[in-house]
């Protein structure tokens, strides 16, 4: 059952949509904050923070412009998330408690954006769960690679991206159930829950394992070896998997008639 007909469900996604690019803007002001960046610094690294997700998910959609270029809130909202925190002053310990809080809230706000606005595209569940994750993690990612730090979406830390998906999943099943609404509440609050648990107890995807190619070339690599060019073009196969070739002495070769060595 849905408590919410098309018209109002679509108001909001829009508020969902300006509420995550606030809260994600003043998340990249935050990080600024860290870094010593200037006032220009914050605007750029909060918008690109608030904006991001949204304008490469409706540039993959192509649905026409990309919203936060049509819809005149957008770009000021992003600016006073941005602005806010290069003006207010807090202690790390608070302004760590809302990072959190606002990263989690904002995956599960931009989660159901992704799905709804996927949907009205008219595209099926499998792009909107994509689109869901895109427009959840598209911001920070596209921050952290103009920051030359490691996406959080690569992992390394606690749940992120598998939480998006996991909201997203619930928005898509909620739909096809016909209680969008329902999705909404559910989605959100999965959102921050799951993520805020995996950051109090460390709960994470695994790590690859500990294994390396194994090869010559590799072994000396790994070692730390000195490769003189000629000893390197004498790498290869020469009879048995992995034997190498010895590189040249500058002596010949020597061959054994039978008399004893004799140098030829």
């Given amino acids: 059952m849905n408590l919410l007909d098309a018209d109002a469900l679509r108001i909001v996604t829009n508020v969902l949509d300006l509420a995550g690019v606030f809260a994600s803007a003043l998340l990249g002001g935050a990080i600024a904050r860290t870094m010593h960046f200037d ?20 540039v993959l959609l192509q649905n026409g412009p990309p919203v936060a270029l049509t819809d005149p809130l957008y770009v000021p909202i992003a600016v006073v998330g941005a602005l806010l925190a290069f003006f207010v002053s807090i202690s790390e310990v608070a302004w760590d408690r809302l990072f959190t809080v606002l990263d989690a809230a904002v995956i599960g706000f931009w989660a159901v954006v992704g799905v709804q606005r996927t949907f009205e595209a008219g595209l099926g569940w499998g792009p909107a769960i994509i689109m869901g994750t895109i427009t959840a993690v598209g911001g920070g990612a596209i921050r952290d690679l103009l920051l030359r730090r490691v996406p959080a979406v690569f992992g390394g830390n606690a749940l992120y991206a598998s939480v998006a998906v996991a909201a997203s999943v619930v928005m898509v099943v909620a739909s096809a159930l016909g209680a969008p609404t329902l999705g909404i509440v559910v989605a959100v609050l999965l959102s ?3 993520r805020l648990a995996a950051v109090r107890w460390g709960w994470g995807l695994p790590n690859s394992p500990n294994w390396q190619p194994q090869s010559a070339l590799a072994s000396l690599l790994r070692r730390g070896r000195g490769i003189r060019p000629d000893a390197v073009r004498l790498l290869r196969r020469t009879g048995r998997r992995g034997e190498v070739e010895p590189p040249h ?8 008639d039978g ?6």
């Avoid at 006032?39 to 409706?58: H, Q």
């Avoid at 002495?249 to 054994?256: A, I, N």
Wanted: proline share 5%.
């Fill in 39 to 58: 006032l220009f610094g914050f605007l750029v690294v909060g918008v690109v923070s608030g904006l991001g997700g949204g304008m490469l998910r409706d």
């Fill in 192 to 194: 921050v829950g799951l």
């Fill in 249 to 256: 002495t500058g002596q010949l070769p020597v061959q054994d």
């Fill in 259 to 264: 008399e004893g060595p004799e140098r030829r």
